[in-house]
């Protein structure tokens, strides 16, 4: 089982800052990497898929870049509503599909 | 716009079974996988399984000897059953889209969620 691993686990920034989120896999799971937002109590949000690839109308702010085992979330200039849980998943290698445990982007 | 919309017993006892369906409403339901994830209050997620329209499945081999999926085509709707739940199955549980036409198959879109309590 592929294992992801999320880095911080809580990131502490205001409002027009730049926050970096990292995943990084236990093995090479290519680009086959996705970033999902979780606001509470809402279902996750697919952000980013194919590790760089923006989702349906996703702001350009938000930025995945990465390969192999190491990949970024980037968002410049956060917005209050940036404010979330986001989850990285790979299906590369599966069963199972996995997902990282969460980064919490705080105000 | 695709939307997926789910319901099922939210309260349980240990030993029942666990019973989900999910209704796909506004898209192709043909050449897609349908998936379950849950999340357990306060934690991460976990991808259960999968099922395409022909009824091809992937599990989980953590629930795989629990876990069973099923499709209605003339319904859009697909199914999830979990036997013998005990108080850590107790999560919310959500069903979502394999968007294959997308590189890597992410999830998209999901479903509102279901909370399932299991307590006796």
């Known amino acids: 089982e592929i294992v992801l691993t999320q880095s911080p686990a809580t990131l502490s920034l205001s409002p027009g800052e730049r926050a970096t989120l990292s995943c990084r896999a236990s093995?090479?799971?290519?680009?086959?990497v996705a970033w999902y937002q979780q606001k509470p109590g809402q279902a996750p949000r697919l952000l980013i898929y194919e590790a760089s690839n923006r989702a349906t109308d996703i702001p350009a702010r938000f930025t995945g870049s990465g390969s192999g085992t190491d990949f970024t979330l980037t968002i410049n200039s956060l917005e209050p509503e940036d404010f979330a849980v986001y989850y990285c998943?790979?299906?590369?290698?599966?069963?199972?599909?996995?997902f990282g445990q969460g980064t919490r982007l705080e105000i | 716009q695709v939307q997926l919309q789910q319901w099922g017993a939210g309260l349980l006892k240990p030993s029942e079974t666990l019973s989900l369906t999910c209704a796909v409403y506004?898209?192709?339901?043909?050449?897609?996988?349908w998936s379950w994830i849950r999340q357990p209050p306060g934690k991460g997620l976990e991808w259960i399984g999968e099922?395409?329209?022909?009824?091809?499945?992937n599990y989980n081999p953590s629930f795989k000897s629990r876990v069973t999926t099923s499709i209605d085509t003339s319904k859009n709707q697909f199914s999830l059953k979990l036997t013998s739940v005990t108080a850590a199955d107790t999560a919310i549980y959500y069903c979502a889209r394999v968007s294959t036409i997308l590189g890597g198959a992410p999830f998209d879109p999901w479903g509102q969620g279901t909370l399932i309590t299991v307590s006796s």
């Open positions: 506004g898209g192709s339901f043909s050449g897609y996988y």
């Open positions: 998943q790979q299906r590369t290698n599966w069963p199972p599909i996995t």
């Open positions: 099922i395409n329209h022909s009824g091809i499945t």
């Open positions: 093995q090479s799971v290519s680009n086959y």
